[in-house]
């Protein structure tokens, strides 16, 4: 399983995957935000009213909802419930670190993805790449085993 913090356009994106093929509907592997059942039902998702669905061209469907006025993003393929991810906003520099910090104290050692242009190598021009929408921060757990 791997979870992915973003920070892009200021929005901070929290990514729970599940990456396994063998997880059925009725099982539930982790709950997400206390509210969404990874390796649970889809259809379980209808009774919460997303405010739209989307049939991808892979088979998957992208359920998009709004909770406690942040957005929030289902993935589901075969009715099972696959990745969520959530936007936090503000989205700023300040706002990804917290998530960061917190998300190593209970995950370990991120691996960093972030993308920035070859001029943005410190710190401040990394934050203003990021303000002016030319970079993006990210990080990335994977559950060991």
């Not at 929005?11 to 592997?29: K, M, R």
């Amino acid at each position: 399983m791997r979870k992915l913090i973003a920070l892009s356009k200021f929005n901070i994106i929290l990514l729970w995957p599940l990456f396994s093929q063998t997880a059925h509907a009725e099982t539930c592997v982790k709950r997400v935000f206390n509210q969404f059942c990874l390796g649970g039902a889809a259809n379980t998702l209808m009774s919460a009213e997303p405010t739209t669905t989307k049939q991808e061209d892979d088979g998957t469907t992208l359920y998009e909802f709004s909770v406690s006025g942040k957005h929030v993003n289902v993935l589901a393929k075969d009715n099972t419930i696959i990745a969520v991810e959530r936007y936090e906003p503000p989205g700023n520099w300040l706002n990804f670190t917290d998530w960061k910090v917190k998300l190593v104290r209970l995950y370990g050692r991120a691996t960093d993805q972030s993308t920035f242009p070859a001029y943005a190598t410190s710190r401040s021009s990394r934050l203003n790449a990021l303000k002016a929408g030319k970079g993006v921060a990210k990080a990335s757990w994977s559950e060991p085993g």
